[in-house]
């Protein structure tokens, strides 16, 4: 190691460090410290090296990052023991420097500056550790659910297709209306996003709570309990507890119907959607409504178009005025779920323009500026079946779905009766939706529906009992969907400016 043949400046020393901030050992390489100065450079390069290798060589790194625990860890310890070390690179750059030689208000200068230079080099490796850490937290508390077994090739150890030949995923996303306050959970919005996992066009159906005379799976357990669809007797009230949106509660509160076993309202509700879609479920995510109010604080609140006036409240004492503006997480919440006034099906279509702005504004400059609070906020938000190793394949699918064509069909009147409801014709509108996203038609093409009758009318037709061999309802009165009749649209078509 040899000396500096020329003093350097003060605006020498910080331009040498803030260069050694960016290549390790180039201070030292001024300073005369050749060997030290090219050990330095030389681990930055096998750094940056290896780095490069392991995004080239993993197949599918962030979702193998999100899926697999040991890959949180490693980042988190990687970004912290790195940290540690730029800090003491920036210090001991600055001292091989000699800037003792500097005159008393240059030395000042430049520690002082060479002190913050060393915090500021800190900040992104504890960001990284602190945003990976939180990470973790979130998805360890979330996915929870068991491994299931992923189909293997003969003779291999590694999965096939993680989608085992499906075309398409379908997930059922419900919004509950669990609290402290009240037992069990009413399902009140019902999503099934079914993505095509090449393209990731994506269609959303949406199901009423109010859906009535609901059919159950032949064959199982509630199906026996009741063959001729979900039929309670009316509340003290006048009001009824047996929608759509209570087949998880009461599957919950009777476990009797399923040989003692407990908690089989997720499994239910899911293969009943299932079923009066034509479509298999494979996972669900229950969004707690309340938790989505705090997601939506957690990016900063969502700019929606409030078309007139939303009253909520017991008393009628809320209201969300018209006008666009951005919507704190609670009005935006009261906005999508108010029914005073108003109706399930208008309420439906506030929430997916909730959803859809949601969607829209929560860019990644968003979520990375807020990431801790929105980690924190999904943790308490979500419980979902998934499990965590599915994640390492749904995350590339979530980012083909960012880019790709959502469309939306909502089972509302004058397209169905919510009390006499037409059960072949809802396949056949899932199917002609699910069909056309396929094929990439435009929503417009699709979206013309040919007119139906107001549901006043229609709530007189008489419904068949169901097909002793199916347990479907027979033949209606109503006409059957026919292709064109399928009302798939834009996932804010209908939303007004935002």
Aim: contains cysteine; glycine residues 10%.
């Amino acid at each position: 190691m040899g000396q500096a043949t020329k003093p350097v400046s003060a605006r020498g020393v910080l331009g040498w460090l803030a260069l050694s901030a960016l290549a390790p050992g180039a201070a030292h390489l001024r300073a005369g410290w050749r060997t030290t100065g090219l050990v330095l450079l030389s681990l930055y390069v096998a750094l940056l090296l290896a780095l490069l290798a392991v995004v080239l060589t993993t197949d599918n790194l962030l979702g193998n990052v999100v899926a697999e625990d040991s890959w949180l860890v490693s980042i988190t310890s990687a970004a912290a023991v790195l940290g540690v070390a730029w800090f003491a690179l920036v210090v001991h750059s600055f001292v091989v420097l000699r800037p003792g030689g500097l005159p008393q208000a240059g030395q000042i200068l430049t520690g002082t500056l060479a002190g913050l230079m060393a915090v500021l080099v800190v900040l992104p490796f504890g960001l990284t550790a602190q945003y990976v850490w939180t990470s973790r937290q979130a998805i360890d508390g979330i996915f929870t659910a068991p491994e299931t077994p992923q189909p293997v090739a003969q003779g291999s150890s590694r999965p096939q297709d993680p989608w085992a030949g499906r075309e398409r995923v379908n997930i059922l996303l419900l919004g509950g209306d669990a609290d402290d306050n009240r037992i069990g959970v009413r399902t009140d919005s019902m999503n099934v996003a079914s993505v095509d996992v090449k393209t990731g066009n994506t269609v959303l159906i949406s199901l009423p709570r109010n859906l009535e005379d609901v059919r159950f799976r032949p064959g199982t357990p509630m199906a026996q309990h009741f063959p001729d669809g979900f039929r309670l007797p009316p509340d003290p009230g006048g009001g009824r507890s047996d929608l759509l949106n209570s087949v998880w509660e009461y599957a919950d509160a009777h476990p009797e119907i399923f040989g003692g076993k407990q908690h089989q309202g997720p499994g239910v509700l899911m293969d009943t959607i299932g079923y009066t879609l034509g479509l298999k479920i494979d996972w669900y995510a229950l969004v707690n409504m309340w938790g989505f109010a705090r997601l939506i604080d957690a990016i900063g609140g969502v700019r929606i178009h409030v078309e007139q006036d939303v009253v909520f409240g017991k008393y009628n004492e809320g209201l969300v005025k018209a006008g666009t503006r951005k919507l704190k997480g609670a009005d935006a919440m009261w906005y999508a779920r108010s029914r005073t006034y108003s109706d399930d099906f208008t309420r439906m279509r506030r929430q997916r323009c909730v959803i859809g702005a949601l969607l829209d504004q929560a860019d990644p400059a968003t979520v990375l500026i807020r990431f801790r609070r929105i980690a924190l906020a999904t943790k308490e938000l979500i419980r979902t079946d998934i499990p965590r190793p599915m994640l390492k394949d749904l995350v590339p699918l979530a980012l083909k779905v960012k880019g790709a064509k959502v469309t939306s069909v909502q089972f509302v009147p004058p397209l169905i009766n919510t009390g006499y409801p037409d059960w072949e014709k809802i396949r056949q509108v899932t199917r002609d939706a699910i069909h056309a996203s396929t094929r990439g038609v435009p929503a417009g093409v699709v979206a013309s529906a040919t007119p139906a009758p107001t549901a006043s009318a229609t709530a007189a037709t008489p419904q068949t009992t169901p097909s002793a061999e199916t347990g479907t309802p027979g033949p209606r009165r109503t006409p059957k969907a026919k292709t064109s009749d399928t009302p798939a649209k834009s996932l804010t078509e209908g939303c007004g400016g935002a």
